[in-house]
């Protein structure tokens, strides 16, 4: 991919359609609000939550202010309680957690950011068609899958886009998703895998918002179709708007989105990552610092690699808070 060719032409245009409420294209309500916002959450720093805001920046804070749409009282209140949880769940230590299941786990349930778009977005991919969720629970359990899930989220927010940031010189802060439901059935929609699919959504809605970009689910049956026109409604129509759902004749699309070298051979596209597989091994910008955390059976408590340092927009401003 050329970046430099995509960061003039995509860029360009997925700039004036999805750019508001982000840093450099915010209005002057916008960014009084998030004025406000810092304001108001180190007031409640200083006299309640004691805790270290200066790993998150002015991207992280509007992340939760356009989740809220920029409702200040919604916003301190999503915030708070993102605090609350980050402390009772001990989430800054949450890269001592082991998971030596994981090659187990997606044997049964393949999932994993494999390369970029066009655009620079990291890929997540999930082929939860073959998801068999009672030998799921067998081979680990709920309360280990959403440490699983915590830990992984922190990579995404702390590695994979920086990283990605990085290698485009360009901010990137959301990722491309692709839901594959090839060899699923209507059982898909039962109340035993609702929900579960709920225990990962609800930690990225409610603790790490605004990191989808666009969402593919392909190989939708017809069942499954109208199942999405009966929830459609229930979505904000923001969310709604980034999913895209496909039946079987889907590579078009995706393709218009992924270079056809980014994309795996079971999706359309001509990458195999031999010999492991795509999802079975670290392929994007952020293999370099995947690759320095400890196995998942190293019993040593190893500290995380260093952080990426992170891409400053030129003519952006970019600050971190404190």
Known sequence: INAEYMGISIEKIMVEKNAEGHLGHLTSAQDKTLAQFKEEITKLNESTWKYNLSQ??????????????????????MFSQYIKWRVEFGVDQIFLFKFPELPAVKEIYPHGFHKTDRTGRPIYIELIGKLKLDELFKRTTKERMIKYYVREYEKQRLFVYPSCSNSFRKKIETSLAIIDLKGGSSSLLSPSVMKFVKIATGICQNYYPELLGMMFVVNCSFILKAGWWIVKPFLDSKTAAKMHILGSNYQKELLAQVDPG????????TCECKPAGCL????GPWKEYYDKFPSETEEKDTAYPALPTKWTPQCIRYTNFT
């Open 56 to 77: 998150f920046d002015e991207y992280d804070l509007l992340r939760f202010l356009r989740a809220r749409k920029f409702d200040l009282k919604k916003t301190i209140e």
């Open 262 to 269: 980014n994309l795996p051979s079971f999706l359309g596209g």
């Open 280 to 283: 079975h091994q670290i392929e």
